[in-house]
């Protein structure tokens, strides 16, 4: 690598580091604009070790006449519904767990809307009926509801906000039946019922045959309101009808708080702090290039974190990121003792770089493997912190493999292009009796 090469590349790298962990510890006002930066540290999303949020205990009604086998299918059907459900409303953190005596257990983080969303997932099951009256005719259920979600669509008048709701082949024939007769001038109306209410929440007037989803909107809707009643559908789309047991909404505490948060940063940076010593105790100037690329991985690792909704501040969360700090550690090591072997051995620094990289490669890219590997298994068979644990590692092991092999290799290669010969800044020393060889 030529000089000039070598110096650009340590520019380029010193910006994107600067610039990396700026954005990621510093917030700060937008001039002229009602908006502040949250640097990602900031953004990232702290779950319910560290800042509380709200459960509920919800029983499965049991319909007369049911197997086990055919309500252990139905509750396990109602499971996965509900963590459909939670992730429309981006509640990714929201943990959704099966009690000992059967009945189902949700855990949220705070935020605005947890508890709006857990008392609506208890209010029953969805009913659609063509009166208002709470016995008539049930057309289709939330059972038969597929997918329900707030959209916009472009009519004469602009954009226009409404909820989306998609049906299964049963409700849709059912439907198709019941509006067939629907046009501008003869409307069929539609009542939703939830549970056992003996009033509507929310009418609709339907001035087309419905064919397998229909959208439900009006001039004046907002955005807000069509969220509400897309979620207000889609809560009550659960196999199985579900009732809270005693209060409808309870309070978790954060189980360490802020506090335990800030000493959870501190362990974090001190980490940091003693994987940055090493590098430059051992290595010397190679060890001051690996610092560099140490702070470019945090830079980018904490970005990445923030854009991961699956991914929140909690012991499983620091748990995945403490694994990836040990990780890129680990895999800048090994090309540079690798390194420290062949100079021993007589090989010129230029050279001794190249060979202890190629080296060092098929147990790099071994070690990320099984971290990455790690992390999927985690995320499939765990719940709870571990997934949350499974994102951390997951971007840390891949994250860590691409800085340690395309970073701090540039950065080890622009250094040896102004050192090719003095040994002690790079603290490599030959074997007793050993001559160079090139």
Known sequence: MSKKKAILTMCIVSVVTALALIFSFISFDVTGK???YMG????????????GGVYADYTAVRPEGMSDE????????TFKRIESILSTKNMNNAFVSKTS??????????????????????????????SSDSTAEVVASGTNILSAFATQIQT??????????????????ALKEKTKSANSSSKVTLYMFRGDSE????????TEQIDGFMFISSSAMSQSYAEDLAIQMYCGSTPLTLTTVGNQVNTIGATYGKTALMLTVIALGVLMVAVLVFFAVRYREFGLMLCLSTLLFVGLMLFLLQTISLFEVSLGG??????????????????????????????????SVKSGYKKSYGLMIDISVVGFVTSILCYFIGTGSLKTFSMGLLV??????????????????????????????VNLKREEGIDEIG
Do not use: C, H
Not at 105 to 113: L, P
Not at 324 to 344: C, G, H
């Open 34 to 36: 009602n908006y502040k």
């Open 40 to 51: 990602f540290a900031q953004a990232i999303y702290k779950g319910l070790d560290y800042n």
């Open 70 to 77: 055919d309500f252990n299918s139905k509750l396990d059907d």
């Open 101 to 130: 005596d059967g009945g189902i257990r949700i855990e949220a983080a705070a935020q605005d809307d947890a508890s709006d969303v857990l008392t609506t997932i208890g209010a029953g099951v969805l009913k659609i009926r063509t």
């Open 156 to 173: 004469s008048s602009g954009y226009q906000w409404g909820a989306y709701v998609a049906f299964d082949d049963t409700a849709t024939a």
């Open 199 to 206: 009033s509507a929440f929310f009418s609709i007037s339907v």
């Open 318 to 351: 620091v748990a995945g990121v403490l694994a990836s700090v040990l990780m890129f550690a680990a895999l800048n090591i090994i090309p540079m003792e690798k390194i420290r072997e062949e100079y021993a051995k007589g090989k010129k620094i230029p050279a």
């Open 396 to 425: 840390g092991s891949l994250l860590a493999l691409f800085v340690s092999i395309i970073v701090s290799k540039f950065l080890i290669d622009s250094y040896v292009a102004f050192n090719r010969t003095k040994e002690k800044r």
